[in-house]
């Protein structure tokens, strides 16, 4: 380390400070508290980092303090505005729904301010192009709401707009914050570059020791030694924690549900002891006084390994001489049998249409821009605090309590504001790692892992191989349907119990009176895999909505035409044998139709022979959270008049925020509150009741019924005989509680359709929640013939997720739906430990590959759900149900070639289009994952029943 002292003039007043000259810029100014500026990938790919130096915006992370002449002047996002006398793009990007999680606003809005100042009249492409040169890179939004953002900023700052206009843009009032687009409570600090998260808490936790993470840089292997002896003696370290230091059971403890899994999920370490079962495992914790010296440390830990036969797909770990992953359990699972009606053997002769097709997924990654980052530490009374990114503070707790040695009441977590998710911080490793460094220390202590190692430690959408069948009778009425699943469950059971999702969203939403389906769960040598968006229905769309689409064109109808048909009327059942709280499906077919003709005619007319034009269609959707649910929240009534929420909705940048706010100003409307006199106080299990996990769309429903249960109650507490209410004095004088607590249940056993109707995972009839969220998708795209790139040009979902809670988050979770599904269709990717570690090797999705304006929409039917707060159901999921069959559907309907297998990159798409040039028949490969008939029989041979 050369330590210099250096001279910038940053926002305009002069700084001198000390840094080492190997520093970058961005390490520089965080330093100096100017955490406004984040540092996401730290390799130059998606302008977290972006300020304004001399004049022209550059990325900070990569341009070293040795290239910095001094007096240079820096504009940080900490430079264009504050609370009361914000800039015209900080406003804009508030009232546009630019902030979601807002990790990327304050680099987004400095690359807007530098455009700006260039051009300060750009069109949409302009500014399109302006972040794509630049790689500003936003996971959450979908992009569209970035460049209406700049654009109002720049009229208002043209004076063609004011302030007041774009404030206008929001729609709510005093009276009116729910059903609107009211601006998100957690933005404005977000647009400031003032909110804290994991990195800049760490920035600012005086006297914390760093904590940098050993992994395992093999897939595979038994551990035999590990040696920290050089690493003990590197300046600055404190302490190296390995396994012998954790005071628990050093596991996840996240036991599987299902009767047919053989493995308990215990199997995951905190820190791996005697073996490492994937790149990226975490083997020791080194703690030292500075986040440089714990790095430089980790490189000197010598890890002794016996290599291990690594299995990088389910096929390789599905052979019959694989060697068991995890020793005494089968490497194959889990499995979850479906049967409904009569055996489709019988079926399928007597068809008079039947189509085959296989198709394999790949894992996802999230792709958040905020890498993971946390603090820990003990309480004078013993209680283990961690604060971290995670989906359930409570579900957290409850995971690592055996793990780490504790029990639960003595563990707090707390959520830090947190850069997105979309569903991987549900689990909670990272929790349990910060805690057994916190316990074996007790000390304060910090981490923030680089890109690449948050690529690898964390989970990932599953990858899949299915093999499908459908038949029809001669009126193209679907009579049967078979679909093999076999998903890769990486290394750890995590979560597994989502298995049941797979052969609950089989032939959904269609009415199929006869099925047969199996989904199994194996283990393999990768990522485990985890909650993403829609998690396994991805992989069931991927298949039946192909198979719609191949039986369509097998009798002759349209794809629309064909959907209509079959669909699910009034009454019927599921797939998964329940009745849905919503027939929506024949109204949102028909809410498309007309955006579904315009673009075929569109294709038609535009298509030439190199770039070929296509549309395509697909219906996705999923469940509602689970029956059986409970949520908990609290409302106070506090001196001022005011009112606290104190509430575990967990805002990973979906909107739990404005969700929690909007839903109690709408249910104590009585009391004539401003948004302003509600106060939130979110996240904490040291304060709040448990209100659940956020995921799997069930926060609205569950969160916002306990509200308006909490509500109810503290009105009635409050109100007088003559009708009007108390003031907290008088309810103090009356001896009357202030507080109370707001409880909701969900029934076990909702909609119970007749003498089938029986929870038997036997024969696969889950009880799952009759709310359902649907999208249908309509999607243009271009297939390049000479390169096999595919452009979507038009991409758009009418959806249906009950009343809209907020337009912004809603449209939030749209069209950044639509994002991830484009690159879940074309370009994301986790297999390779090397290449898919960044975002650009990982095929993210930037601004250009995602339509803009009109050519990218999202239609609300909003069908109120009768049983559910205010008629609002939920509804992330299913905007990236089923996007990506969309667009395959649509490179079918172009060019002649269909994309069985994600991702469908360019060379994957121009081998095709050659085969079929040259008359070369592409064979549908069927998997070879195990005797489908063979299993489905010898499972319904042998039920098994729960004991206890
Ligand atoms: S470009 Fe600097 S943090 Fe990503
Ligand atoms: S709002 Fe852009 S990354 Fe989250």
Redesign the pocket.
């Known amino acids: 380390m050369s330590v210099e002292r250096r001279v910038l003039v940053i926002n305009g007043v002069e700084r001198s400070f000390l840094c080492d000259s190997e520093d970058s810029l961005?390490e520089a100014i965080r330093n100096l508290g100017l955490t406004g500026t984040?540092?996401?990938?730290?390799?130059?790919?998606?302008?977290?980092?972006n300020v304004i130096l001399d004049g022209k915006l550059i990325?900070?992370?990569?341009r070293k303090m040795s290239k910095v002449k001094d007096h240079s002047s820096v504009i940080t996002i900490e430079g264009l505005g504050t609370a009361n006398n914000l800039h015209p793009l900080q406003l804009s990007w508030m009232v546009n729904g630019g902030v979601q999680c807002g990790f990327c606003s304050p680099g987004f809005i400095v690359s807007a301010k530098a455009l700006l100042d260039e051009n300060p009249k750009p069109t949409r492409s302009d500014v399109r192009d302006w972040f794509q040169k630049n790689?500003n890179a936003c996971r959450c939004t979908g992009y569209k709401q970035l460049v209406d953002a700049v654009m109002d900023a720049a009229a208002v700052m043209r004076g063609e707009k004011t302030m007041e206009d774009l404030m206008r843009k929001a729609g709510s009032s005093d009276e009116k914050v729910f059903n609107t687009r009211h601006i998100r409570p957690a933005a404005l600090g977000k647009v400031l570059g003032e909110t804290d998260f994991g990195d800049d808490i760490a920035v600012k936790a005086e006297g914390a020791w760093h904590l940098a993470p050993v992994t395992s840089d093999v897939a595979h292997a038994n551990i035999l030694n590990i040696d920290y002896s050089e690493a003990e003696k590197a300046p600055g370290v404190r302490q190296i924690i390995t396994a012998k230091d954790v005071k628990g059971m050093n596991r996840i403890t996240w036991p599987v549900s299902s009767i047919f899994s053989k493995a308990d999920g215990f199997e995951r370490p905190i820190l791996c002891d005697t073996k490492v079962f994937r790149y990226g495992d975490v083997i020791a914790l080194v703690a030292a006084d500075t986040r440089k010296q714990a790095r430089e440390a980790a490189k000197l830990v010598k890890v002794e390994y016996e290599l291990l036969l690594a299995y990088d797909t389910v096929l390789e770990a599905m052979a019959e001489d694989a060697q068991e992953i995890h020793p005494g359990i089968p490497n194959t699972f889990l499995y979850k049998p479906r049967y409904k009606g009569k055996d489709t053997r019988e079926i399928f002769p007597e068809a008079a249409y039947v189509v085959e097709g296989s198709s394999s997924t790949t894992m996802q990654p999230h792709m958040p821009i905020e890498p993971e980052s946390g603090q820990a530490f003990v309480d004078k009374d013993g209680t283990l605090t961690v604060m971290y990114k995670t989906h359930g503070v409570y579900t957290s707790k409850n995971l690592i309590a055996a793990g780490v040695g504790l029990e639960p009441d003595k563990i707090r977590i707390i959520l830090n504001p947190a850069g997105g998710t979309f569903g991987y911080a549900l689990s909670p490793g990272y929790a349990a790692l910060l805690g057994v460094a916190a316990l074996a220390t007790n000390h304060l202590v910090t981490m923030t892992m680089s890109y690449e190692e948050h690529q690898r430690y964390t989970g990932k959408r599953p990858s899949s191989y299915t093999n499908g069948r459908l038949a029809c009778d001669k009126d193209g009425k679907i009579i049967g349907q078979e679909l093999h699943m076999a998903f890769d469950k990486g290394c750890y059971t995590e979560l597994a119990d989502m298995a049941g999702k797979a052969i609950n969203f089989a032939g959904w939403p269609y009415n199929v009176p006869n099925i047969l389906n199996l989904s199994s769960y194996t283990f393999t040598n990768r990522a485990f895999t985890t909650a993403y968006r829609a998690p396994l229905a991805t992989d069931v769309f991927m298949n039946y909505e192909m198979l719609v689409d191949m039986m369509a064109e097998k009798i002759g109808m349209d794809p629309w035409d064909f959907r209509y048909k079959n669909v699910l009327r009034e009454g019927e059942i599921l797939p998964h044998g329940r009745k849905v709280a919503n027939y929506n499906y024949t109204k949102l077919l028909d809410l498309a139709k007309p955006k579904y003709e315009e673009l075929k005619k569109h294709a038609k007319e535009n298509s030439t022979p190199e770039k070929q034009l296509g549309v395509g269609i697909s219906i996705g959707g999923f469940t509602c959270g689970s029956v059986g649910d409970r949520a908990e929240i609290m409302l106070e009534l506090n001196p001022d008049g005011t009112v606290t929420n104190f509430c575990t909705w967990q805002d990973v940048g979906q909107g739990g925020d404005v969700g929690a706010l909007a839903f109690t100003h709408e249910a104590l409307r009585p009391l004539g509150l401003t948004p302003e006199q509600i106060r939130l106080v979110l996240s904490d299990t040291g304060q709040c009741p448990n209100a659940g996990y956020s995921a799997g769309s069930r926060s609205n429903i569950m969160c916002g019924s306990a509200t308006l249960d909490a509500a109810d109650k503290l009105l009635k507490a409050m109100k007088k005989e003559d009708g009007t209410y108390r003031t907290y004095d008088e309810m103090v004088k009356d001896g009357i509680p202030t507080k109370y607590l707001g409880v909701y249940e969900r029934d076990p056993n909702p909609f119970a359709s007749g003498p089938d109707d029986v929870f038997d995972e036997n024969i696969g009839y889950a009880v799952i929640a009759q709310e359902a969220s649907v999208g249908v998708f309509v999607t243009e795209v271009e297939v390049d013939v000479a390169t096999g790139k595919v452009r979507v040009l038009d991409m758009h979902v009418f959806s249906d997720i009950g009343t809209v809670v907020n337009y912004t988050s809603a449209d939030g979770q749209a069209y950044g739906g639509m994002q991830h599904s484009i690159g879940y269709a074309l370009s994301e990717d986790f297999r390779d430990m090397k290449k898919h570690v960044n975002l650009i090797g990982a095929g993210f999705t930037f601004i250009e590959s995602v339509p803009d304006g009109d050519h990218y929409t999202v239609t609300y039917l909003e069908e109120p759900r009768m049983d559910d707060p205010y008629g609002a159901g939920g509804g992330a999921e299913s905007f990236q149900s089923a996007g990506h069959i969309s667009i395959l559907n649509a490179v079918y309907n172009a060019s002649g070639v269909r994309m069985t297998e994600l991702p469908a990159t360019p060379d994957k798409v121009k081998k095709a289009l050659d085969d079929k040039a040259k008359g070369i028949k592409r064979k549908q490969e069927k998997y070879d994952i195990g005797d489908f008939y063979g299993i489905l029989d010898y499972l319904k041979a042998n039920p098994v029943y729960r004991t206890e």
Not at 39 to 44: D, E, Q, Y
Request: net charge positive.
């Open positions: 961005a984040k540092i996401g990938c730290g390799a130059g790919q998606c302008g977290a980092c990325r900070s992370c990569v790689r």
